[in-house]
T-cell receptor, first 111, second 116 residues
Framework: EPEVTQTPSHQVTQMGQEVILRCVPI?????FYWYRQILGQKVEFLVS????????KSEIFDDQFSVERPDGSNFTLKIRSTKLEDSAMYFC?????????FGPGTRLTVT | AQSVSQHNHHVILSEAASLELGCNYS??????LFWYVQYPGQHLQLLLK??????LVKGIKGFEAEFIKSKFSFNLRKPSVQWSDTAEYFC??????????????FGSGTRLQVQP
C-alpha cells in the first residue's frame, strides 16, 4: 500500500538556522499538507498546496515558512530562521479522494 | 472557524470492554468528520470518515462512529477492545465540500490504554 514518506525523521538545529523538511506524497495524490504537533498539544494545520500553489494556510504559517514542490515527487517545508518555539513534530499529508494520508513525521528540535 | 472537543483525555479499559470516545465539533456549515489513530511510535492512520449519507460509519479494525447532527457529535465506538487497540485517537473535522480536501481541525486526542 502506498505511503507518505518524510525525511529526516529527526532534525536538530540551532536557533536562527534554516531547515528544510522533505516529504514524498502518495504518487497519484494532488493535495498536499503540512501539520505540526508541539509536544503535549493538538495537531495544528499549517498549509495546504494544490496545483502548485498554496490553497489554504493558518495563522501559524507566517513569512518564516514556505512550501515548494520542486519536482514531481517531493514536497518541502522550509523554515527560514528557526525559533525555539518551532520545536515540534511536523507531519506531511496528501489527499486523493478525501481523508488525508499522513507521513510518519519529522521531529524538529531547535536548540 | 471550526473547533473539535474530545473530553476524555485518558481512558483505561480491560480487554473485551466496550469503548466509546466522545467527539463534539463546532461549525456553522456542513462538515466532514474523521477519526485517526496513532499507535505508539507510528504515524496517524485514518480509522473512518463521514462525508454524507448513513450517519453510522464503519471503519477498520471493528471501529464505528455515529454522526448525530443535532448534537454536533461523532463518537467512536468499538464493542470489544483488544490490547492492540492501545493508542491515541484523534477526532478531526473539515469544512464540507471540496471532496473533503480542506484543512483538518483536530481534537486534542484521547489516549486509550487497554489492559490485558
Amino acid at each position: 500500500e502506498p505511503e507518505v514518506t518524510q525525511t529526516p525523521s529527526h532534525q536538530v538545529t540551532q536557533m536562527g538556522q534554516e531547515v528544510i523538511l522533505r516529504c514524498v506524497p502518495i504518487s497519484n495524490h494532488l493535495y498536499f499538507y503540512w501539520y505540526r504537533q508541539i509536544l503535549g498539544q493538538k495537531v495544528e494545520f499549517l498549509v495546504s498546496f494544490y496545483n502548485n500553489e498554496i490553497s489554504e494556510k493558518s495563522e501559524i504559517f507566517d513569512d518564516q515558512f514556505s512550501v515548494e514542490r520542486p519536482d514531481g515527487s517531493n514536497f518541502t517545508l522550509k523554515i527560514r530562521s528557526t525559533k525555539l518555539e518551532d520545536s515540534a513534530m511536523y507531519f506531511c499529508a496528501s489527499s486523493g479522494r478525501g481523508g488525508e494520508d499522513f507521513g510518519p513525521g519529522t521531529r524538529l528540535t531547535v536548540t | 472557524a471550526q473547533s473539535v472537543s474530545q473530553h476524555n483525555h485518558h481512558v483505561i479499559l480491560s480487554e473485551a470492554a466496550s469503548l466509546e470516545l466522545g467527539c463534539n465539533y463546532s461549525y456553522g456549515g456542513t462538515v466532514n468528520l474523521f477519526w485517526y489513530v496513532q499507535y505508539p511510535g507510528q504515524h496517524l492512520q485514518l480509522l473512518l470518515k463521514y462525508f454524507s449519507g448513513d450517519p453510522l460509519v464503519k471503519g477498520i479494525k471493528g471501529f464505528e462512529a455515529e454522526f448525530i447532527k443535532s448534537k454536533f457529535s461523532f463518537n467512536l465506538r468499538k464493542p470489544s477492545v483488544q490490547w492492540s487497540d492501545t493508542a491515541e485517537y484523534f477526532c478531526a473535522v473539515n469544512a464540507g465540500g471540496s471532496g473533503g480536501r480542506r484543512a483538518l481541525t483536530f481534537g486534542s486526542g484521547t489516549r486509550l490504554q487497554v489492559q490485558p
